[in-house]
């Protein structure tokens, strides 16, 4: 292991050791935990209740001989679609958090010049403690994914296959790059701002447009939210008329989608919605086939990530030291 | 001059009056009336864009069926009720409007623990319970403000879009902006109970923050079975109630503020199906016992704190 | 030089009663206690300097003293007045200068004053917070915005806020950290001048034993909790002829060096 190898891995331990131990950090933890685990809890046993009538429909069609039996309409993996959006919305406030916590914690301690004072880079300083956070949201991500994916076993009384295990292990990295993302918003904001705690808010306000407001209005615009039950069935039309209606719609469309696209939230959203069946569209498609339509996400996602990374790094690495907080 | 035993009526006026200056000089103000400002605008466009969407998509969906030789459709607009361009400000001020009220309340209450001032304050013949007044009428007028600049541009945009408004539009309008008011002085109370409770500012932030996401994404799931973004939209969709949980989990709906404000917001902007006025009332009980009880609990917790330390800037 | 001795309220009874007395004064905090059962009294007209080690209690006294907390046990009284049952007349004779005083940033020098002024009930709120300005000969600071200040600026604005409503008794925690030498010298001819001019009765925390011994006409030493010493100056060096300086005496009385 090289010397620069080496601090790093020790700064990625000091950040995730630190992380642990503060209790804001663990309390919003809990509540994702638990938020997460109640909606995938109330989701499998509604799940296990829909299996039953199926399985019992399916029983009855069978001993009266029928042979075409319709497949289930059920999709097991749909059912983290509680979890997957407490990660967009509550994760990311996490996340900003940790990145908060990891440069005000060394600003309040005055332990910045200390740490530069050693062979530390700042380049060495941006990884390591990226990695460390990435280790938070790791386990925070896994834990979430195996108690979702036991609850579906064992209240919803349906095991995911292995592809399956495949497609959730894919939305859990896309969520770790998405968390990563904030993280880095969280600790560039604190580092830029005169007082730390500034900088927390100004990175929350930009969760609020990314997360909850961009999103919203892309909603909002869809022609057919325009009415409750639908602006096209309102007027009469099927899909074919529907189709027929948005062909004059495509400049509309497309600043819609734009708006859309903006959102880091809805790029994770798709991909991760794609990979656990949440949207009915996909479900008849493999994974190569869902891998390749939302590629576009996916280069969303990682470059948000990377330019992220990429600040963060350049943050750390300035020449002059970052100022100390505190009281005075 | 001699120092005069002050009426609590003054004391609650000066304090206020200090934090009116506060918030004007360090911009708060300014970034919190304008962004209510803003996100009006924003609901206004939207509204005015939905208004437009649908009169686009009629004119197609008539010359469509028309081709197909089918009678011309329904017009959709005799569906959508006159106040429904501001549907989506009933999304925005629980979102946007809550966290810029919590900001305001936690503002008003930290800043004095951070700077000290809070030591120099309560050396002087002053009762707490004053100052907290003080500090709550400073945080509720700047609410005020900022609502009323977005009740003026509502008026604007609806004269604009619908060119014309009655009577009971306006009440309705002024009404929505009032229920508005008290959800928001609701989320002022918790930021200034967050900063009374924990003494380090940011985490004082988090858990406001923390209990803002329990009351506008958690408890409408565990209580109506909304998932988070269903939170996002305005068009209400029906609870999940076929499970016995949900049936036993609404009994707790009071509890959900966010439900309950936007029940009382739609019912009162008519941009759901008519309710009954003891029903809006009820819908608006929640919010206002809220208050009241936030009110209350800032009171009591202000003549335990601990003036003599001051908090940390972090 | 506007101010005036005041001493307007309740004269008589002021008076009578010694300028702050503790009885039996003990605080704890969770399970430390920090004062153990402090007697002391000051008469009107001293300065008093009050010594002692970190965490001595100090502090603590001073912040029962300006009502800020609550002993757990005993008395403290300002000119006759309880802090905990006569709040309001305790807060009306005392102005109080805390160590690292700070006040609104974005605020000038003369709003601040007047602020607090204000909350002292003083009818003209502004002309006091002016005067105030004028006696410290800081009133080229008066428009000027307190985040702009330098530590000895703030100390000097901060002491205008402890006499803008003409206390008997002025609580001064730590009133040298942080300045220069010449801050230092300045700030001992202030209370000088406060305590001979406006016949403010002081009581002073401090580490710096060198201004004790030219400012105070009486010292305490408080040590782990308790008064372990409390004479006049003048006692004090007879007392103990052969130590060479008020450091050698805090030594000796048992206050370890600070």
């Known amino acids: 292991m090289s010397e620069s190898t080496r601090r790093i891995t020790q700064v990625a331990r000091h950040e995730y050791r630190a992380a642990l131990r503060s209790r804001v950090l663990v ?97 060495e300083l941006a990884t390591g403690s990226y990695l460390g956070a990435l280790g938070i949201f790791a386990t925070l991500i896994v834990a979430t994914a195996l108690v979702g994916v036991v609850s579906l076993g064992l209240i919803g ?21 998405y968390l990563s993302a904030f993280y880095c918003l969280g600790a560039i904001a604190t580092a830029r701002a005169k007082v730390p705690v500034n900088g927390l808010t100004i990175a929350l306000g930009i969760w609020l447009v990314v997360v909850l407001v961009l999103p919203q209005i892309g909603d909002t615009l869809d022609a057919d939210n325009q009415l409750p039950g639908g602006l096209f069935q309102a ?12 062909t004059h719609f495509t400049g509309y469309e497309r600043v819609r989608t734009g708006i859309e696209e903006a959102s880091l939230a809805k790029h994770f959203e798709r991909f991760a919605f794609a990979m656990t069946d949440v949207k009915e569209r996909y479900r008849p498609y493999g994974l190569s086939w869902l891998l390749n339509e939302t590629r576009n996400n996916i280069a969303w996602l990682l470059a948000y990530a990377a330019v992220l990374f990429a600040a963060l790094r350049r943050t750390l690495s300035r020449q002059q030291p970052i100022e100390t907080g505190g009281n005075s | 001059m001699t120092a005069t035993s002050t009426s609590g009526r003054a004391v609650i006026g000066t304090v206020s009056a200090q934090q009116a200056l506060t918030f004007r000089r360090q911009r708060v103000r300014l970034i919190g009336v304008a962004t209510l400002i803003m996100v009006t605008a924003m609901a206004g466009i939207l509204g005015w864009s939905s208004h437009h969407t649908i009169v686009r998509v009629f004119d197609q969906a008539v010359q469509l069926q028309a081709a197909a030789g089918n009678p011309a459709p329904a017009n959709p607009f005799l569906l959508k009720p006159s106040l429904s361009l501001l549907s989506n400000m009933v999304v925005y001020i629980p979102l946007i409007g809550a966290l810029i009220a919590l900001m305001v309340g936690h503002l008003a209450m930290a800043e004095d623990q951070t700077n000290g001032m809070g030591r120099l304050i309560f050396t002087r013949p002053i009762a707490r319970t004053q100052y907290a007044l003080g500090k709550i009428l400073s945080a509720v007028r700047l609410l005020a403000t900022a609502l009323a600049g977005c ?12 060119r014309t408004l009655n009577g009971p539009d306006l009440a309705r309008l002024t009404g929505f902006y009032a229920l508005s008011w008290a959800y928001l002085v609701v989320f002022a109370l918790i930021g200034m109970l967050t900063a009374l409770l924990i003494r380090r500012r940011s985490l004082a932030l988090l858990s406001a923050i923390a209990v803002w996401i329990v009351v506008t994404f958690v408890l409408p799931q565990f209580v109506s079975g909304l998932r988070p973004t269903q ?22 709906q009071p509890i959900s503020l966010v439900e309950g404000y936007k029940d009382a917001a739609s019912s009162i902007l008519r941009t759901t199906p008519a309710t ?27 003549q335990r704190h601990d003036y003599s330390r001051s908090a940390s800037d972090e | 030089m506007g101010l005036v001795p005041t001493p307007s309220i309740a004269r008589t009874h002021v008076m009578n009663e010694p300028a702050i007395e503790l009885r039996g004064l003990q605080h704890r905090y969770d399970t430390d206690l920090v004062l153990r059962g402090v007697d002391l009294r000051i008469e009107h007209g001293e300065v008093f300097g009050f010594l002692g080690h970190n965490g001595a209690g100090k502090t603590t006294a001073m912040n029962i003293l300006t009502t800020l907390i609550t002993p757990t046990a005993g008395t403290a009284a300002v000119c006759g007045y309880d802090v ?56 080229d600071l008066a428009k000027r915005r307190v985040g702009t200040f330098s530590t000895g600026m703030r100390q000097r604005i901060g002491i205008a806020q402890a006499i803008v409503h003409r206390p008997h008794v002025l609580l001064l ?77 805090y030594v000796r009385v048992g206050g370890p060096t600070p």
């Open chain 1, 27 to 123: 309390i919003l933890i809990a509540i994702l935990v638990a938020s997460t685990i109640g909606s995938v809890l109330i989701g499998a046993s509604d799940y296990a209740a829909q299996l039953a009538d199926y399985n019992t429909y399916r029983a009855a069609a069978e001993a009266q001989g029928l042979t075409r039996i319709a497949p289930s309409p059920l999709a097991v993996l749909a059912l983290l679609r509680g979890a997957l959006e407490y990660i967009e919305i509550l994760g990311a406030i996490i996340a900003i958090t940790l990145g908060y916590l990891s440069v005000s914690r060394e600003r309040v301690n005055r332990t910045l010049p200390l740490m530069r004072s050693r062979p530390l880079t700042g380049a």
């Open chain 1, 157 to 177: 009384h349906d095991w995911i296959s292995p592809i399956q295990v495949l497609r959730v292990t894919l939305a859990c990295l896309a969520a770790l790059l």
């Open chain 1, 235 to 246: 007027l009469g039309l099927d899909h074919d008329g529907e189709l027929a209606v948005l």
């Open chain 2, 151 to 162: 009740w003026a541009l509502s008026l604007v945009a609806l004269l604009i879009v619908n």
């Open chain 2, 231 to 252: 939170s996002l939209n305005p068009l209400s969709e029906p609870a999940g109630l076929s499970q016995g949980f949900f049936r036993i989990t609404h009994l707790a």
């Open chain 2, 276 to 302: 009954t006025a003891a029903e809006t009332a009820l819908s608006v009980l929640p919010t206002l016992i809220a208050a009241a009880t936030l009110a209350l609990l800032v009171l009591w917790r202000i």
């Open chain 3, 84 to 139: 905990v049952t006569e709040r309001s007349e305790v807060t009306r004779r005392i102005g109080y200068l805390p160590a690292d005083v700070r006040m609104y940033g974005h605020m000038s020098a003369l709003e601040n004053l007047e602020f607090l002024a204000k909350l002292s009930g003083l009818p003209d709120a502004r002309a006091a917070a002016m005067e105030a300005l004028e006696f410290l000969g800081c009133a």
């Open chain 3, 173 to 249: 925690d730590e009133p040298t950290s942080g300045l220069d030498p010449m801050g230092v010298r300045q700030l001992r001819n202030t209370i000088t001048q406060l305590n001979a001019e406006l016949g403010m009765t002081v009581f002073m925390n401090t580490h710096l034993l060198s201004e004790v011994s030219k400012v105070c006409t009486t010292i305490g030493v408080l040590n782990h909790g308790e008064l372990i010493y409390n004479d006049s100056i003048e006692n004090t060096t007879l007392r103990f002829p052969d130590e060479s300086s008020l450091e050698d005496i």
